[in-house]
């Protein structure tokens, strides 16, 4: 009975073709052997990764709750015309500069309708942390452009309570990757080579909990990601007072919204926990990663985070640090003008050094 369907080659791709030297699968190609077992299960195993989709259909996104009656009492929105952020804060805490951009805040409205935060990490770093965590950040740069010394422009910093949607989640995770094996070996006449081709399969079950995604468009992603962990143990129940002195970022984006960035984070841990585990090989490429969620669920919670944004030459420089850990990020610009300066004094460092080395080798 012949069998006439093709299978392609794991190797590089061609069509394989039977060797009757060999009484073998052939790739005509590249050499490569085959068990035609191999290539059938090979064959069936992509079939069935092709039928498999990510699935973000088992996600729950119902987070936060209603606010009680009069406890929104006395917030107020403010709203920044250049940026469009929006922020939370309580009139007697007040907002003028926004946190995001530094442009004046005007008072909307009265805060009402959005969700309740079910958790909140209480600010354990006080602003005079967040300065002097700044001045250090800032220590030793010698090509600073001055406004991001000035005293009363750090004095800006603000604490802000950023909207973040946690999720917990089961996943289920395969994947497979082509890996190799190398030989080498001699006899008198040659040099041999034998590459292996292996179809490497993984599975596995993980349990998240409290991945979170950031649900405000104003702080960019990668910017809170830089200044992640919070550590979850310190969270308590949300009150407004943890607000009271703070400002509290409207959230923009939905938890429904932000339900594929979860599903992206997971994946890419469950892809990494399962890689870690494919060991041996002379090299090993990823091919195909599934994961399927199960009982995900969402809460809404505040992270607390000290920001300085400033703005230097029409570019924004945002500072940004953990108001938990005190882990920070930020970039700095180098003030071209300076830099000469800075420059001058290197070159003659350098040919001081240039000196130096003549005199060691005459
Ligand atoms: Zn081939
Ligand atoms: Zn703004």
Not at 34 to 61: H, M, N, P, V
Not at 281 to 310: D, R
Request: hydrophobic letters at 35%; aromatic letters at 12%.
């Amino acid at each position: 009975m012949s069998d006439l369907k093709e299978y392609k080659c794991p190797a590089c791709g061609g069509s394989v073709e039977f060797d009757s030297h060999s009484q073998k699968m052939k790739c005509p190609y590249c050499d490569t052997e085959f068990e035609l077992d191999t290539l059938k299960a090979y064959d069936e195993q992509l079939e069935k990764e092709a039928e498999q989709k990510d699935d973000i259909s088992g996600w729950q996104t119902d987070a936060g709750s209603e606010w009680q009656e009069g406890e929104t009492e006395g917030m107020n929105v403010y709203t920044c015309k250049s940026c469009g952020g929006e922020i939370i804060a309580h009139e007697n805490t007040g907002a003028s500069n926004c946190p995001f951009c530094g442009n004046p805040v005007i008072m909307t409205e009265k805060f009402s309708g959005a969700l309740r935060p079910d958790l909140v990490i209480p600010f354990k770093l006080d602003k005079k942390a967040a300065k002097e965590a700044y001045y250090k950040h800032i220590k030793g740069k010698k090509l600073l452009p001055k406004v991001f010394r000035k005293e009363n422009h750090i004095d800006e910093i603000k604490g802000v309570y950023v909207p973040f949607w946690l999720f917990d989640a089961d996943v289920d995770a395969n994947a497979r990757y082509k890996a190799t094996k190398v030989r080498v070996w001699s006899d008198s006449d040659y040099d041999y080579t034998e590459t292996s081709y292996y179809s490497v399969e993984r599975a596995g079950n993980m349990a998240f909990a409290a991945v979170p995604v950031d649900g405000s468009s104003s702080m960019a992603d990668d910017l809170m990601e830089s200044i992640e962990p919070f550590k979850l143990k310190d969270a308590v129940d949300f009150q407004t007072a943890y607000l009271s002195g703070y400002l509290a970022d409207k959230y923009d984006v939905t938890s429904e919204e932000t339900v594929q960035r979860a599903h992206e984070r997971m994946k890419r841990s469950a892809e990494e926990v399962l890689a870690d585990t494919v060991k041996g090989y002379a090299t090993v490429t990823p091919e195909n990663t599934n994961v399927k969620v199960s009982g995900g669920a969402a809460k809404y919670a505040l992270y607390p985070v000290w920001i300085l944004n400033t703005t230097w030459k029409d570019k924004k420089y945002i500072f940004a640090m953990n108001g938990q850990t005190g882990k920070m990020t930020g970039d700095l610009p180098i003030d071209n003008g300076t830099y000469v300066k800075w420059l001058a004094g290197l070159t003659a460092v350098f040919s001081v050094i240039a000196y130096l080395a003549v005199w060691l080798i005459y």
